[in-house]
């Protein structure tokens, strides 16, 4: 039985199903707040359920689960 290769999209389909991370940085105290969500929608919900104040101080950024190695071999 020939073994099918995983291609790009697989890979993609699979990350898009589980669940990202998304980090909200505070610029101004220089501190993270880490949110598990499946999509920005989501973070961003959640992240108001926290009553932050002052939203220009947060920058959003999230985290893939395809994130590059440091090298050709992953080492």
Not at 1 to 13: F, S
Request: charge should be negative; proline fraction near 3%; charged fraction near 30%.
């Amino acid at each position: 039985m020939k073994k099918k290769k995983k291609t790009w999209n697989d890979a993609v389909d699979q990350v898009s199903e589980a669940p990202a991370v998304y980090v909200f940085h505070n610029t101004l105290f220089n501190f993270n707040m880490f949110i598990s969500a499946h999509d920005a929608e989501e973070a961003m919900e959640k992240f108001d359920q926290c009553c932050m104040k002052h939203r220009e101080q947060w920058k959003v950024m999230v985290e893939i689960g395809l994130q590059p190695s440091e090298g050709s071999h992953g080492k």
